[in-house]
C-alpha cells in the first residue's frame, strides 16, 4: 500500500461514515481499525463460495495472461488450492476475533444481512 493510499484513507476514516471492504484489512488495519464501529464478516456458505471460487478461476483462466490463472488445476500454484488454504487461516482468526471483539458480526446470510440493511434504511 502507497503512501499516497494511507494518506487519503486516513481523510477518509475522519468522515462520520466510511466502508472498507476486507481486501485491504492487513496494510489498513493500523489505521481503519481502531476507527471501525462494525466488522462485518460475509461468510457465505460452503457450497457458494466454491461455486464462486471456480467459477472466477476459470473466467481468469480463459481471460487473463499469466501462468497464475492459467494453470489453475496445478497444486503448486493454482487459485483454488491457495483460496481453501487461505480460508481456513482466515476463518480461524476471524472466529478468534468474534470472541474477543463486539464489534465483528459474521453474516452467512447475505440476502437476509442486506434485507436488514434496507428496512434500516427505509427507516431513517
Given at each position: ?6 494518506v ?21 488495519k493500523?489505521i ?22 471456480f ?19 496445478n ?19 476471524w ?5 474477543r471483539?463486539?464489534?465483528?458480526q ?19
Amino acid at each position: 500500500m502507497t503512501g499516497k493510499a494511507q494518506v487519503l484513507v486516513r481523510e477518509h476514516v475522519q468522515h462520520a461514515t466510511w466502508v472498507i471492504d476486507g481486501n485491504q484489512w492487513v496494510p489498513l488495519k493500523e489505521i481503519t481499525y481502531p476507527l471501525a464501529t462494525d466488522v462485518i464478516w460475509l461468510d457465505p456458505p460452503l457450497h457458494v463460495w466454491i461455486y464462486r471460487l471456480f467459477s472466477r478461476a476459470i473466467k481468469k483462466a480463459f481471460s487473463e495472461s499469466g501462468s497464475f490463472y492459467k494453470d489453475f488445476l496445478n497444486p503448486k500454484t493454482s487459485i483454488i488450492v491457495l483460496a481453501f488454504q487461505r480460508r481456513k487461516k482466515k476463518s480461524r482468526n476471524w472466529n478468534k476475533m468474534l470472541e474477543r471483539d463486539s464489534r465483528w458480526q459474521r453474516v452467512t446470510d447475505t440476502a437476509a444481512f442486506l434485507q436488514s440493511l434496507e428496512n434500516y434504511r427505509r427507516q431513517e
